[in-house]
């Protein structure tokens, strides 16, 4: 980074100097050493045909390791929406809805699609363009190339999106040049004013002066985090996550003085379910062995490498430390704990948006 | 039952269980035994560095194959006991006796899998559930894990650690001050010493116009703990401290072992075809008296003198398990069409002594071994 973006963030202690100077084009063309086993990004963009399954989308998915691909219909010629795993688990609750309550689970060897005829009376397998943004929390969003980050970042913040599509206008028609997240954003930021970026000396302070209150200064500790218990099933979970428009929910050992954080389910874990023959019965597991089967899977994914269980961090854990921590494992939030295991908030992505314009 | 190590030895090697009383007894005299050792062992070659076993309670048994019965050869184990095998149980409940029956020829040193959340999350806790019919024997071992040292030194010249650097360390005298016996924390050094992973190019590229001594070349892991650091650190490292090389494990390695940094560093893993699935070799890395450096590579324990999982034969007690698993000379493996493969692939050249040499480019029919037999005369003899 040169030396006057960083004498600008300096002297009006904002990020506004970096933002302005680079476009969402800029950060498309960036590019990912690959050193990361656990979560690369795919080396081009992806988005899916709207006549897909709802198996195959969700194939799609984690077989890219993403977590949102936008829909593209061939006969209308453009973006009809997006699919992330909250629409895929919108459309199992919805489904499994529509069985009795005190029915018994349905028989082990029918997959989702199956369930659906029975229940939609038999209609194939579901396009996914019927359930783009089905959880009503992932509205199609675009942003030109050529707009600076700023305005993405404004987008995050006030539209609550949690990725914008890159548009890269050419001669003919709008060219789809990649999904801006929030994830990258994250990464800009960590990169460019982080304490380890080698930009400054780790010693001293980041220069982004925001960066350096705990988290406990910016008001993130302390709010009620939703949770559920090991005995819960996972079904339950989803239920919970989908009722707070919540993407992941804690699991934890409730107890006299607070919550321990033992684990923790997020949508994305649906790929578990619907992807794998027979997963949909995994919805009916109690959502902590479904948490460490979903973990023993992940690390032989990532060649060998375990993850920590729960990514944390403490309440005096700087703003900067979390941002670089999310930045570098790729996740979606945090859980911030006291001592060894106590939740007392969590911190994602979606509260850091509004920070950064700080 | 009167207090015998050898006795309870003898029935691990058969892999019997042992009770739960003995278990705490066993946990409590070796904690005693611990708490005198300080965070950095030292150790005198020659020694064999084992990595990575996660509960492979039948590669355990190959390990001491190749490369000598305890006590005769004297081992530095590097962590990572349990978790994700079938016989972290046996697998650890063994170690812990031989470190209590022969305290100078085995150093256990704490991996990040010695630890409480990640036992509960990646299968120890369960398997000490399912074998015990409650969390008692898992208590006990936990608690032990706090007191496991955090790093060896050998002959002041090769470092050994379970994952790598940390940047609040640039001494191994910082380690030695280090209050180890507790639960590992999530960040901070004795994070870092056990998650850290080495890369050959770190995640950010180093700009800005700052000393050498301060190149960004640590980085966040992705694992959520500790960093991912590069040549330099190490560099830096070894020249601070006057050390010659470092050695690691944590790293799954499909060869068995992975040298990098100009062999500065190494990785050593010891589970063959992990999670039996991933179809890769182990090694061990013995250490010969003049600081000679040598990876035995080994394949996974042939299947008909192992029990799948869910299919456990009975050792008829009394049996010698040195029996099952005949000596030099008897080719028991040689229906195993694996390591018939592993076998055949080495090709003829002599064998260089002090250098590290992959172990399929060895002919060492002419090999002279050091004055020093067992650990010799066992590799000459398994090649053979």
Redesign the interface.
């Known amino acids: 980074?040169s030396d006057s973006i960083a004498e600008a963030i300096k002297s009006e202690g904002s990020l506004n100097a970096l933002f302005n100077s680079t476009t969402c084009g800029d950060l498309m063309r960036a590019v990912d050493?690959g050193?990361?086993?656990?979560?690369s990004r795919p080396t081009h963009p992806i988005c899916l045909d709207s006549e897909l399954s709802v198996t195959e989308g969700c194939e799609a998915l984690a077989a890219n390791k993403i977590t949102s691909a936008p829909i593209y219909d061939a006969a209308k010629g453009g973006f009809v929406g997006m699919l992330d795993y909250r629409d895929l688990v919108a459309y199992v609750l919805s489904v499994l809805h529509k069985v009795a309550k005190d029915a018994p689970p349905p028989d082990a060897t029918l997959e989702v699609t199956d369930i659906v005829k029975r229940a939609l009376s038999n209609k194939g397998d579901v396009p996914i363009k019927l359930i783009s943004n089905l959880s009503h929390l992932n509205p199609l969003a675009t942003v030109q190339a050529s707009s600076c980050v700023r305005e993405a970042v404004e987008d995050f913040t006030q539209k609550r999106a949690h990725r914008l599509i890159v548009l890269e206008p050419d001669s003919e028609a709008s060219q789809f040049a990649g999904i801006l997240s929030q994830s990258t954003i994250a990464a800009l930021v960590a990169?460019r004013v982080?304490k380890?970026?080698?930009?400054?000396?780790?010693k001293e302070k980041c220069i982004w002066p925001t960066g350096n209150k705990t988290l406990e200064e910016v008001g993130l500790v302390g709010k009620e985090v939703v949770s559920v218990i090991p005995e819960d099933t996972v079904l339950e979970a989803l239920y919970t996550m989908h009722e707070n428009h919540l993407s992941s929910v804690a699991i934890v050992e409730r107890g006299s003085h607070g919550n321990d954080l033992?684990?923790s389910i997020s949508m994305t874990d649906i790929k578990m379910v619907l992807s794998a023959r027979s997963g949909w019965r995994r919805l009916y597991e109690n959502c902590y062995d479904f948490?460490?089967s979903l973990?023993?899977e992940q690390?032989?994914e990532a060649?060998?490498?375990?993850?920590?269980?729960?990514?944390?961090v403490?309440p005096h854990s700087t703003l900067i430390a979390t941002i670089?921590?999310l930045?570098?494992?790729?996740?979606h939030r945090v859980w911030i704990?006291s001592g060894?295991?106590r939740l007392v908030g969590v911190v994602s992505l979606s509260d850091i948006m509004p920070l950064l314009l700080q | 039952m009167s207090w015998d190590l050898d006795v309870f030895i003898e029935q691990l090697y058969r892999k019997q269980l042992l009770t739960e009383n003995i278990i705490k007894e066993l946990c409590e005299k070796t904690k005693e035994l611990l708490v005198r050792e300080g965070n950095v062992a030292q150790v005198a070659a020659p020694v064999t560095l084992v990595g990575d076993v996660h509960g492979q309670f039948y590669d355990v048994l190959e390990i001491f194959k190749i490369g000598g019965w305890a006590p005769s050869t004297s081992y530095v184990f590097l962590g990572d006991y349990v978790d994700r095998g079938y016989y972290s149980v046996e697998t650890i409940t063994l170690l812990v006796c031989l470190k209590l029956r022969w305290p100078d020829r085995i150093t256990l040193v704490r991996g990040n899998h010695e630890s409480r959340a990640v036992t509960q999350t990646y299968g120890f806790y369960a398997e000490c559930l399912r074998k015990y019919g409650g969390p008692s024997v898992w208590t006990y071992f936990t608690d032990l894990f706090d007191y496991l040292v955090l790093s060896v030194v050998i002959d002041n010249t090769i470092f050994c650690v379970h994952g790598g650097l940390s940047p609040s360390i640039h001494t191994v005298d910082q380690i030695r001050v280090l209050d180890r016996f507790r639960e590992i924390p999530h960040e901070g050094a004795m994070a870092d010493l056990v998650w850290s992973d080495p890369v050959s190019t770190p995640t950010y590229s180093v700009a800005g116009p700052l000393g050498t001594d301060e190149k960004g070349d640590f980085a966040i892991s992705p694992r959520g703990a500790g960093y991912i650091f590069g040549k330099e650190v190490t560099r830096k490292f070894l020249e601070v401290n006057g050390l010659g090389h470092i050695c690691r494990a944590h790293q799954l390695c499909m060869e068995g072992y992975q040298i990098l940094f100009d062999d500065m560093l190494s990785t050593v893993w010891s589970a063959p075809n992990y999670c039996y699935r991933a179809g890769n070799m182990a090694s061990v890395l013995q250490i010969g008296p003049d600081l000679q450096r040598y990876f035995n590579v080994f394949g996974p324990c042939p299947d008909q003198d192992r029990d799948m999982h869910g299919r456990d034969i009975e050792f008829a007690t009394g049996t010698d398990l040195r029996a099952r698993y005949p000596g030099p000379g008897a080719d028991a493996a040689a229906d195993d069409p694996t390591v018939a493969a592993f076998r055949k692939k080495r090709a003829s050249k002599p064998m260089v002594p002090g250098a590290l040499r992959d172990p399929f480019e060895v002919d060492d029919t002419d090999f002279q071994p050091p004055p020093e037999g067992n650990i010799a005369k066992i590799v000459a003899q398994y090649f053979l």
């Open positions: 980074m050493s050193s990361n086993k656990l979560a990169s982080g380890l970026a080698g930009v400054t000396n780790p033992v684990g948490f460490t973990r023993y690390g032989l060649g060998g490498d375990d993850r920590v269980p729960t990514y944390i403490h670089e921590k930045a570098a494992t790729r996740a704990c060894a295991s």
